[in-house]
């Protein structure tokens, strides 16, 4: 047997835009042992948030991630209307459930492409761009831009969709049915995709289980787990989401790349039906509970509680927990990312891999550092990030150094 | 082999790019043959914030609001400045403005050489 060597993949690397540090230890071809060391985009944005009220705020979550800018407002606003007791109009919540299902729509076509980028069938990727225009217009011209939408406000929504818009949505909806069966067609017909996704970073139910996968990561390894089915929350309840297995399409679950990506095209076809579904039962109503800002920032500088909220993001479970302490800044904002839930079962689907899947496999859980990345530490002005280990150390030394005040007191 | 169609249907087609805006085209332009004007923004568009100074109050809500600091507040003429290099177009000090002071433009297209350009600062 040849001995193991290293390989060092990152911080900067093809297999995605985000920067993100993988140490490998490989046989001849084999990866048989994976290490990975996050932490090169955090930016602070928590730190700036708790420097600020609440609708300042909203607008920094929305800037935690470009692509699942909707799901951060979204978990982040409804985090402080259950801190604050504020109710949202049902009308409101109908539109933010239409935001929220743009956004996946958008989200999983370009990771469609991204996969077939990775695996090198370009024309895939490009054909993925020209489908996802179509929902970024659509996003643009019921929001007014293409990229944050700046659709949410505590306690309700800032624009609305008139009927007048429903007949360019339907027109999108139906365009998007077709472009799944050619999804479809291409990722399980085709050879190329099927050799390369097929087999590869497998991960067993078992495992997903235990190592708290969420998400599309999750439902590709057969648990039946879903945020919007299990803790439903704005229009979902009326609607009846069930999360979306492989078993639907290929009557089995192996829990490789390909379970992950039929899982994905599934949730287009969804998201789809979910948004002309809210467009048909929208009720009438008020867009936000109080109008003015000014009374809404004078109730959240009075109120005091703690708020959680968990949407179901593109990526699997998104998690803001808020905390108002009668003070005019949010006293503790603290967002959990998918990413890192998921990102813990990538050394598990490395297990024997060949070093050409890497990027495959990766790619696979759709991974987003920028909202993965929330704590860094640094040791002084050397630049040197610091791990687990060197915390630890760090605190035995502090224990170490009361023991001698103490002893000394003594 | 399902996506052949698709790309030979594409070979025809001219390509979907709108090729450089007129704004900041290069000063030789020889070798472009055409400078385009940018694709339209819709109506709601949250471009760069205009700043109406004969109707502002100097409520500071604007001020209370922007995530991003970028309002200043003159406490002598009880106006505000607004700069526009630190503004990330979110809107909201348009809509909580109580006398429509500020309105979003269409603009988008704000690089500039200096960063002290009139251009960059609303007063």
Known sequence: MHDAYKMFLGPVHPALEEPIFFDFKIVGEKVIATNLKPGNAHRGIEALGMKRNPIQVLYLSERICGICSVSHASTFSRAVEAAAGIEVPERADYIRTIFCELERLHSHILWAGLLAHEIGFHS?????MKVREDVMDLLEYLSGNRVNYGVYVIGGVRRDI???????????????NAAFEKFKDVFLNDKTIRMRTEGVGVLTKNDALKLCAVGPTARGSGLNKDTRQDWSYLA???????AQ???????????????RTIVRLLEIKQSAEIIERCIDQMPKGSLVSEPKAAVI???????????????????????HYVRLAKKEVVDTWKAKAPTYNNLMAVPVMMKDAQIADIPVIICSIDPCIACLDRVSIIEGNSGKSMNKYDLHELCLRKSEMFGKIERGHQ | MSIIPTLLKQ????????????????NK???????????????????KIKYDRAKCIGCRMCVTVCPANAMEYLPKEKKIKHHVLRCIMCAECVDVCPVKALSSSKEFLLAETDKKSPNLIEK
């Open chain 1, 124 to 128: 895939v990727l490009h054909y993925g």
């Open chain 2, 29 to 47: 332009v020889s070798d472009v043959k055409k400078i385009n004007d940018p694709i339209p923004v819709p109506d709601d568009f949250r471009g």
């Open chain 2, 11 to 26: 070979l025809v087609k001219k390509p979907f790019t709108n090729p450089f805006p007129k704004k900041h085209a290069p």
């Open chain 1, 236 to 242: 979902y309840g009326d609607i009846g989401v069930k």
């Open chain 1, 162 to 176: 008139p009927k007048e818009k429903h007949e360019k949505i339907r027109q999108s909806i139906k365009y998007y």
């Open chain 1, 297 to 319: 920032l004078s109730r959240l500088k009075n109120a005091e509680g703690e708020g959680i909220a968990r949407t179901e993001a593109p990526r699997g479970e998104l998690h």
């Open chain 1, 245 to 259: 297995l492989p078993s639907q399409v290929t009557g089995k679950i192996n829990g490789d790349v390909l379970d």
